[in-house]
């Protein structure tokens, strides 16, 4: 047997003790987030392209030579890869009174996903369907967007940190009830329900009961780096709630390996749980299901270090 067979080998046996899905995935998807199509678009990505299955572009304007991404997305469905621009490029087309001709702009350049967001206009739940029946009547993939980025105007949240769980669930039966072939959790709500060091357990029981009352299989969980704070441990955490076949969006290119790690099991995060299973699989019958370790104990010590010295007088 040479090197590449027992490679592939070793890959083939941790897909399968994992459960893993292949392209073209309906649950296990991975959405990149390309904010550089130049250095870090398709080229980038094309040796594990097998991995991604979405990128949204927000790398769209202000080149030199705009045709770079109409080239971009060729390329992106060349690999079997849905391109949507982001949420983002469709609020600055609504703000613009350009919603009709930006769905025409998305099919020229040959874009096949659409993400219908409202964090900014403050749409009613009929204006966001109807919308997403536009987009669909456009022949479009439709992703509605399900919280907004800020708790102070998003009706459903308590607060930053928690939610009002059957505010949220009938906002996301209705997207999905108008079209919306997914949906995306905006990513800082995701992030404040399950805490950075996966502290906050109140949200967390809350995402679980709005996951369980909607369909996790539609749902596509954004994960955002608040200011550089990491998101693999909320990652992994999803994995561990969620199975391996958890939908993740906002990856960054360089990332993707290291999300395909965790949902095999096999990095730092959750303590190695795949090696760990393996030694002993009477513990549980998936790896994902294996105890694991207390976040605030062994990887909070830094953080809370700081807290205790807030306030202080220095000795």
Sequence with gaps: ??????LKLFQDKLDADSLRTRKPRKTGITMVLVMDVVNQG??????YSELVDRVKMLDTLWHNDLSIVEKAVAQYRDMNID?????????????????????????QLGINEIEVENHASGASLEEFKDEIKMAK????????????KWAWKDPTRKGRDQ???????????????????????EGMVVRNLIGTQLENIEGQKQFLEVVKAVNSDKMVFEVWDA?????????SWLVKELTPNVNLANIYPPDVKWVEWVRHGIIFEMDHPYMRW???????EHWWQIESPDYHQDMQRGFALKELSIGKPNE
């Design 1 to 6: 047997m040479n090197l590449t067979e027992m």
């Design 163 to 185: 939610v009002y769980v059957d505010k949220v669930t009938e906002l996301a039966l209705g997207l999905l009830e108008a079209g919306a072939d997914y949906i995306y959790w």
């Design 42 to 47: 398709p080229e980038f990505i094309r040796s």
């Design 227 to 235: 200011r550089n704070q990491g998101n693999l441990p909320i990652i």
């Design 137 to 148: 009547d456009a022949g479009f993939t439709v992703v509605g967007e399900l919280g907004k």
């Design 83 to 107: 391109v949507a621009l982001g949420g983002t490029q469709f609020e600055v087309a609504k703000a613009q009174g350009k919603l009709k001709e930006y769905l025409h702009l998305l099919h």
């Design 278 to 284: 393996s030694q002993d699989k009477s513990q549980c």
